[in-house]
């Protein structure tokens, strides 16, 4: 994890100082590109998995890195691919930061149109089953019914194996967001990781919640 973390938001003032805007221009994508996002687990426990499922998963000891992430999600049903859903979140938010830096640069009463027009930004897009929503105060992930590649696909261990491939070529590491249930999925992206030497970070999530990224609160993603 990069020793420095930029601020993942842009945040829109409620009433306006004499720029009538933010005070950062910092963008999303600085962040999550860099893989030094938080991840806000607001709604994940250190015993979720004791509490909805047979199988105790202990938490193993963490440690920073500052290789990027590649961010997945797993449970019993499959694989769900974050990462272009961060990606494109990322681009959108950097859109968004050159428009109020647009709006730093009027005279009033310019700005308080630019402003108006900026209030209520909001864009949502659904990527590889991922539901995807930005604004200005943060980045929102949550995946919906079907999985990228499914846990009893025949190509899952080569579309493992091949992912693994691509992140050991760019020297970077996967991060996996897992569900209760998706303890033997979790194996076989640990087992894929392994044989190409990425390294592997985990999280407990609790089923249908959604991934808020911030700038200045939450956890930092690490490998284990």
Known sequence: ??????????RKKGKKSSSGLADSSDSLLDLLCNVVGVLVLVSSLAG???????????APMKSETKKQFWTLQASEDGIWDLQPAINRMGTL?????NQVRQCENLLSPEIEICNSNLNGWEKSEQINGIEMTINHQKGQLKRLNDPLISSDSKDLKSWLNKLMEKLSSEDKAV??????????????IKKAARAN????????????DPINFWGNSGRSMSIQ
Do not use: H
């Open 197 to 208: 030497k990425v390294p592997i970070g985990w999280e407990p999530w609790y089923r249908g």
């Open 93 to 97: 938010d950097r859109e968004r930061a």
């Open 1 to 10: 994890m990069n020793t420095e973390q930029k601020q993942i938001l842009l």
């Open 175 to 188: 991060f996996v967001i897992l569900e209760s249930s998706g303890y033997e999925m979790y194996r076989e």
């Open 48 to 58: 979720v998995f004791a509490a909805t499922s047979a199988i105790n998963i202990q």
